[in-house]
């Protein structure tokens, strides 16, 4: 056999088989374009009862395969489009990774991005009710890295680093109204007064003003004997 000859009955895709890659290489010679088709539809259908581990798969993808194992030169009206020769084999592109150090790995890159973003807000009272929700995703990281040693003022420190002292919130409110604290379900619309919008899900949690919230238990009428 000379060098530039392909060889006869090559299988293209040996996970069909070679039947499978003769009956492909059959409907190629049919000269009749609808009676191609019609082979073609009828192939795809065996190879899903031949190969049941392919039912799961999209029709697309054993329509690629037939056109594959036709060389790409079957010719068929055909449900999807014959994909390009030149992306077969084609290496996918390599996701760079994010430039830069995260300075704190513990709260990964999302928390330095957060605050980057509650930098910019001009508002102070917004910049606020961000900050707070900031801090209480980094207690929550915090708590989950290192559970022993903890507390506010070590959120607030590190708030301080990551905005290069631009974000800024008093401890001693922090603390007295646990402005950080997760469990606490907080409303952050600055239009929205916090102690009334939760007041139906929170019993006699603190907000942020350190007023006690109404415990639904009072609203509660008693049942009637």
């Given at each position: 056999?000379?060098?530039?000859?392909?060889?006869?009955?090559?299988?293209?895709?040996?996970?069909?088989?070679?039947?499978?890659?003769?009956?492909?290489?059959?409907?190629?010679?049919?000269?009749?374009?609808?009676?191609?088709?019609?082979?073609?539809?009828?192939?795809?259908?065996?190879?899903?009862?031949?190969?049941?581990?392919?039912?799961?798969?999209?029709?697309?993808?054993?329509?690629?395969?037939?056109?594959?194992?036709?060389?790409?030169?079957?010719?068929?009206?055909?449900?999807?489009?014959?994909?390009?020769?030149?992306?077969?084999?084609?290496?996918?592109?390599?996701?760079?990774?994010?430039?830069?150090?995260?300075?704190?790995?513990?709260?990964?890159?999302?928390?330095?991005?957060?605050?980057?973003?509650?930098?910019?807000?001009?508002?102070?009272?917004e910049q606020e009710i961000a900050l707070i929700y900031i801090g209480q995703l980094m207690r929550s990281f915090h708590s989950t890295w290192n559970r022993e040693n903890f507390d506010d003022a070590i959120i607030l420190e590190d708030i301080k680093t990551l905005s290069k002292g631009k974000l800024h919130i008093d401890l001693d409110k922090v603390k007295e109204n646990g402005l950080f604290e997760?469990?606490?379900?907080?409303?952050?619309?600055?239009?929205?007064?916090?102690?009334?919008?939760?007041?139906?899900?929170?019993?006699?949690?603190?907000?942020?003003?350190?007023?006690?919230?109404?415990?639904?238990?009072?609203?509660?009428?008693?049942?009637?004997?």
């Amino acid at each position: 056999m000379r060098d530039n000859e392909k060889p006869i009955n090559k299988v293209i895709l040996k996970e069909y088989g070679k039947n499978i890659q003769k009956l492909v290489d059959y409907i190629k010679t049919v000269p009749d374009q609808e009676k191609r088709t019609e082979y073609a539809f009828a192939l795809v259908e065996l190879m899903k009862q031949l190969n049941p581990q392919l039912k799961s798969e999209s029709d697309q993808k054993l329509w690629d395969d037939m056109y594959i194992m036709s060389d790409f030169e079957l010719e068929v009206d055909g449900p999807f489009p014959m994909p390009l020769k030149e992306l077969l084999g084609k290496k996918p592109k390599t996701v760079g990774y994010p430039e830069g150090e995260v300075k704190f790995k513990h709260y990964g890159r999302n928390i330095e991005k957060l605050i980057e973003k509650a930098i910019e807000i001009e508002d102070d009272e917004e910049q606020e009710i961000a900050l707070i929700y900031i801090g209480q995703l980094m207690r929550s990281f915090h708590s989950t890295w290192n559970r022993e040693n903890f507390d506010d003022a070590i959120i607030l420190e590190d708030i301080k680093t990551l905005s290069k002292g631009k974000l800024h919130i008093d401890l001693d409110k922090v603390k007295e109204n646990g402005l950080f604290e997760t469990s606490m379900r907080r409303d952050f619309k600055s239009n929205v007064n916090a102690s009334t919008s939760n007041s139906n899900n929170n019993g006699g949690r603190r907000n942020f003003s350190g007023g006690k919230r109404r415990n639904n238990n009072q609203n509660s009428k008693k049942r009637r004997n």
